[in-house]
């Protein structure tokens, strides 16, 4: 049966790939395969579609992608490490541009300002964390988590991390997997009525072994931790680098961890400018203060600015790129390619189109829609508005546990009201019972709160 040559598959001339298989020595593709085992082959024919032309596959997946119920026609209270911001349109025209959008994540091979607007980004971002050093974006917060504490170990010469359990149980996966085998990693207790860390257990588990410790701030279930000062200063006792993770739109109200003792502050850039997707739109960042022992430890590309030879004139391109695994190939520190440089540009433009001000009125405006919330949430009859009694930001636990129902019975009956409810939180953290982590924005309106309130008194009293 002669072999149909697709024009977008590569190596697939018979004569090619007669070729590479006589210059690596075997004969044929399915010789390749022989170290996988028989009983893990597929056998037989794949029951595989009719082929069908352009038109009708756009049909098809269209129809697919019909199936599923967006945030412009329900209300959403989902949250949980994807978040609904306002976007403004220059982010989208900036983004799109062809200087910087590519196929290959925001990375083509020649610059046509991208190195100068990756370091007005990075310029922008260090001055909302109130660090020095920024790096080029990560794929999304777990990785900028499991970097950082990589990043720790190999300052430090240490091999224990310690993480809060109430670290993002998704992120916690990402972390602990890039860490293995090389790091140990153990937990540190939560308290049931705040939230906050148990600084006695951190204080029972801190040793001269450990290289750091990491949560976040505001935490995955929302909460502020409030003891920041109390933990960094316990940690600098040891020799303990303090790792924490930052939701960065929360920075317009709430003090950088930069100013409560963060020695690596790192995060997700989703809320600075990027719409929520289904699984893009995801971007992380590290940051840390100006010192050869932090800068050398970063993986990632950095960018700087520097004079030329023309009088005047500046160059923008790499800092210390001898330290990547570009340079250094297997030799590197960790193993970095592809990364999100377009979600970078496109938070620099957010950034540097709300400014300060703008940064903080988004941030009182999420504030005050979610205290809005959980005080009409709490006069539901059976409902907590709010499980901790810390303060917290955008995102909160509502209870349940008194209505007799469940968070997924509750979940399915708010559909009916074309509204999708928070997130089930019994698997994640069962010792809160039914709980669901709601969240609350800036595009929340009076109405959307008040839709929601009504749907669950119906609901409950039913």
Same mark, same amino acid.
């Given at each position: ?122 310029? !922008? %971002?260090? #001055? ?5 050093? +920024?790096? &080029?974006?990560?794929?999304?917060? $777990?990785?900028? @988590? ?87 200063? !316990? %940690?600098? #006792? ?5 790792? +924490?993770? &930052?939701?960065?739109?929360?920075? $317009?109200?709430? @003090? ?108 009182? @405006? ?97």
């Amino acid at each position: 049966m002669s072999q149909k040559i697709h024009p977008y598959i590569p190596n697939m001339v018979p004569e090619i790939q007669e070729e590479m298989l006589n210059e690596i020595g075997v004969q044929s593709v399915m010789e390749l395969y022989n170290c996988i085992p028989k009983e893990l082959q597929f056998q037989g024919n794949m029951d595989l579609p009719k082929p069908l032309t352009e038109y009708e596959l756009r049909r098809y997946i269209e129809a697919i992608l019909q199936k599923n119920i967006n945030t412009k026609e329900y209300v959403s209270f989902l949250g949980a490490g994807c978040w609904q911001h306002f976007i403004p349109a220059v982010c989208d025209e900036i983004n799109q541009r062809s200087e910087f959008l590519t196929a290959y994540a925001g990375e083509p091979y020649e610059d046509h300002g991208r190195f100068q607007a990756l370091f007005e980004y990075q310029s !922008l %971002l260090a #001055e909302l964390v109130d660090m020095d050093v +920024v790096n &080029v974006p990560t794929f999304d917060w $777990g990785q900028a @988590a499991a970097t950082s504490i990589r990043m720790a170990a190999r300052i430090t010469k240490r091999k224990k991390v310690l993480l809060a359990k109430t670290v993002a149980p998704e992120r916690t996966k990402i972390i602990t997997n890039y860490g293995s085998p090389d790091l140990e990693f153990e937990f540190i207790d939560f308290q049931l009525e705040s939230g906050l860390m148990n600084l006695e257990d951190l204080i029972v588990k801190l040793s001269e072994d450990v290289a750091a410790l990491y949560f976040e701030n505001p935490s995955y279930l929302g909460f502020i931790e409030s003891q920041g000062e109390t933990i960094a200063k !316990l %940690l600098k #006792e040891k020799g303990v680098l303090m790792i +924490v993770g &930052v939701d960065p739109i929360s920075l $317009g109200i709430l @003090a950088p961890p930069s100013h409560y003792g963060a020695d690596i502050v790192c995060g997700d850039l989703q809320p600075l400018g990027m719409h929520m997707n289904f699984s893009g739109g995801q971007a992380g960042f590290i940051t840390t203060r100006d010192e050869v022992e932090f800068v050398q430890e970063y993986p990632s590309r950095l960018f700087g600015i520097i004079p030329t030879i023309q009088k005047g004139e500046y160059g923008f391109g790499d800092v210390a790129y001898d330290r990547t695994s570009f340079a250094l190939r297997e030799k590197g520190k960790e193993s970095v390619g592809t990364q999100t440089a377009l979600w970078g540009i496109t938070a620099g433009v957010y950034l540097a189109l709300m400014g300060p001000d703008g940064m903080s009125d988004v941030g009182q @405006a999420i504030r005050q829609n979610s205290q809005y919330a959980v005080k009409q949430l709490a006069n539901i009859k059976g409902i907590k508005g709010s499980r901790f009694r810390s303060p917290f930001f955008k995102e909160f636990i509502v209870d349940f546990n008194e209505t007799d129902m469940t968070v997924k019975d509750i979940n399915q009956k708010l559909l009916q009201y074309k509204i999708f409810g928070g997130k089930d939180l019994s698997i994640e953290f069962p010792e809160l019972g039914q709980c669901a982590l709601y969240c609350v924005t800036e595009i929340h309106t009076k109405e959307d709160i008040d839709r929601l309130i009504d749907s669950l008194t119906e609901i409950i009293q039913k």
